[in-house]
């Protein structure tokens, strides 16, 4: 009888290690930014000022290059830093685009936004001009990410409204 009763707690002390080590697809509808979310992007990155408070590239962090930097994000498509004695200019727009990476067995394509930043000098901002595929957003905060083709490493930049 004790042997009956050890066995069944141990199923089901099984069964619920198993459903709560099955996770939900983190890719669902629901968490991935799309098409329709583009005018909702627009209106929060064109509001205020923000500040770069991660930035990961070419297998190195530099987030203390950009200590001190606001970026004002226009809706006329201009972008501006300043750190109090140095302005720099540039630009910036969101563009859908539609991929089918052919990676997966899925044969859908997927419509997301890039979230496009354009410096040309000096090198420091010119490092950050790409297409950037928005990772997630909140209304003070934008995590971008950019694959490079060969998949090899991810570059990450997260801005935050100050």
């Known amino acids: ?29 629901e968490d991935e930014v799309t098409i329709a979310d583009m005018a909702e992007i627009k209106a929060i990155i064109g509001s205020g000022q923000w500040k770069i408070t991660y930035y990961f590239d070419s297998g190195k962090e530099g987030t203390n290059d950009y200590d001190g930097y606001s970026f004002t994000f226009d809706t006329d498509g201009t972008l501006s830093s300043t750190n ?5 200019s540039g630009a910036w727009s969101l563009t859908s685009s539609s991929h089918n990476d052919g990676d997966s067995d899925d044969e859908s394509s997927d419509d997301d936004i890039d979230f496009n930043i354009f410096f040309t000098t000096p090198d420091l ?38």
Do not use: P
Not at 11 to 27: G, R
Not at 84 to 88: K, L, W
Not at 139 to 144: A, E
């Open 84 to 88: 109090g004695s140095t302005s720099v």
């Open 1 to 29: 009888m004790k042997s009956k009763l050890i066995t069944k707690t141990i199923i089901v002390l099984c069964t619920v290690i198993i459903f709560n080590s099955c996770s939900k697809d983190e890719s669902s509808d």
């Open 125 to 162: 901002f010119e490092a950050l001009a790409d297409d950037w595929d928005i990772q997630k957003y909140t209304s003070s905060r934008i995590d971008l990410i950019d694959d490079r083709e060969d998949h090899s490493e991810t570059d990450q930049l997260t801005f935050e409204k100050q």
